[in-house]
């Protein structure tokens, strides 16, 4: 009976020593599976601060795009004021324009009116030979030369 007790125990000898490289590989490769694990996590850290990288400079540009577009808008608002402000100065300068122009047919209308070589119809426009002729090299009254019919000149006759 000692072969068959020698034999059980080569048999368990040779599970023991089965049962321990199944355990030593079983380390030996959850070891090289966690290292793995950890080198893809390395990985994936590397990545994703890459990425929030490139986050924070698109935030970076975006900010810069939002200032120059609130630039933008405060351009255009000033360039309407501006516009607004030239168009009232503009109103403001016909406005002028047309009281000079009023103001000079009024004095040519009193001018014609005491002028005696212009004839003056009934709604006070002049007619012939007018003060404006005379001015131009057309001397109506060789008596008035020189005067041009500046009735109004303080220093007329000088």
């Known amino acids: 009976m000692g072969t068959v007790d020698s034999t059980v125990w080569i048999w368990v000898a040779v599970a023991v020593v089965v049962a321990a490289l199944i355990v030593v590989l079983l380390l030996a490769t959850g070891r090289r599976r966690k290292a793995l694990q950890e080198k893809?996590?390395?990985?994936h850290r590397e990545e994703a601060a890459k990425i929030r990288r490139e986050a924070e400079e698109r935030e970076l540009d975006a900010r810069e795009r939002e200032a120059k577009a609130t630039r933008a808008r405060a351009d255009a608002e000033q360039a309407q004021v501006d516009a607004a402000r030239l168009r009232q100065q503009?109103?403001?300068?016909?406005?002028?324009?047309?009281?000079?122009?009023?103001?000079?047919?009024?004095?040519?209308?009193?001018?014609?009116?005491?002028?005696?070589?212009?004839?003056v119809d009934g709604d006070g426009a002049g007619r012939g030979a007018?003060?404006?002729?005379?001015?131009?090299?057309?001397?109506?009254?060789?008596?008035?030369e020189g005067t041009h019919g500046d009735h109004e000149n303080p220093r007329h006759g000088i």
């Open 90 to 119: 503009a109103d403001q300068q016909a406005t002028e324009a047309k009281t000079l122009r009023d103001d000079v047919e009024q004095r040519t209308r009193k001018a014609d009116e005491l002028d005696p070589d212009v004839k």
């Open 40 to 43: 893809r996590d390395n990985a």
């Open 130 to 144: 007018s003060h404006r002729g005379a001015a131009h090299g057309d001397h109506a009254n060789p008596d008035r």
